[in-house]
């Protein structure tokens, strides 16, 4: 059964801490994901990685930065949190390529993150 | 840049069919997709389209007009459990796994 997994559910930080959001998929996936979720907004991508230590922006990059030192893990960093960045985190991950079933993102629980 | 647009909400009856349309606007389309989240959940994958025409899975089907910029997915015999959020999104030919959300259409289903 397919898997992506998220560190945290619920996760509470004050403004100014830095954060670290953990998604660990099974899949052997090449393809990662960072989205957030907000209302009537819908999925705003921040940033996707498509092979180790290869990372592109996504459309709201700016306070957020990320790393992929493994296949399996890619971690979505705030390194100085604002009240502003409260929101649901979604980390997704799908194959690379152009064949049937690599457009299918599978996505993790969420992260719900409140900066106070 | 990329904008999508979908309706906020939509509501209809159990056994009905229904329709939640998404137009977009993209530099070099490639694929659009259809997801489906219900309230507290993940979102999951549904369809894909890359080409015109209509894609059927089960009671959902999914719409594609590439010289309209427009497509749709269709629910039929709807039941309450169908009662989610629903999201279009597309990809781009530069980079076709990268993928642009729309807003999302909530669907009410009532008895």
């Known amino acids: 059964d397919v898997k992506v997994t998220q560190s945290s559910r619920y996760l509470v930080k004050r403004t100014g801490e830095k954060v670290f959001l953990e998604c660990v998929q099974d899949?052997?996936?090449?393809?990662m994901f960072w989205y957030r979720q907000d209302p009537g907004l819908g999925l705003r991508l921040i940033y996707f990685?498509?092979?180790?230590?290869?990372?592109e922006k996504g459309d709201i990059p700016e306070g957020y930065s990320v790393s992929r030192e493994k296949k399996e893990r890619f971690s979505l960093i705030l390194e100085s949190a604002s009240t502003n960045q409260t929101s649901m985190y979604l980390c997704?991950?799908?194959?690379?390529?152009?064949?049937?079933?690599?457009?299918?993102?599978?996505f993790g629980p969420g992260t719900r993150l409140t900066v106070t | 840049g990329q904008s999508l647009e979908q309706p906020s909400e939509v509501t209809a009856v159990e056994g009905a069919i229904v329709q939640i349309n998404c137009t977009y606007q993209?530099?070099?389309?490639?694929?659009l997709s259809w997801y489906q989240q219900h309230d507290g959940g993940a979102p999951t994958f549904l369809s894909y389209n890359a080409l015109d025409g209509l894609e059927e899975t089960g009671r959902f089907s999914s719409f594609l007009s590439r010289s309209d910029s427009y497509g749709y997915l269709l629910l039929q015999e709807l039941q309450m459990k169908d009662s989610a959020s629903y999201f279009c999104?597309?990809?781009?030919?530069?980079?076709?796994?990268?993928?642009?959300f729309g807003s999302g259409t909530k669907l009410n289903v009532k008895p």
């Open positions: 997704a991950s799908s194959s690379r390529g152009q064949g049937q079933g690599t457009y299918e993102q599978y």
């Open positions: 990685s498509y092979d180790v230590k290869m990372k």
């Open positions: 899949m052997d996936h090449e393809n």
């Open positions: 999104a597309v990809s781009e030919q530069y980079n076709f796994n990268k993928f642009y």
């Open positions: 993209t530099s070099g389309f490639y694929g």
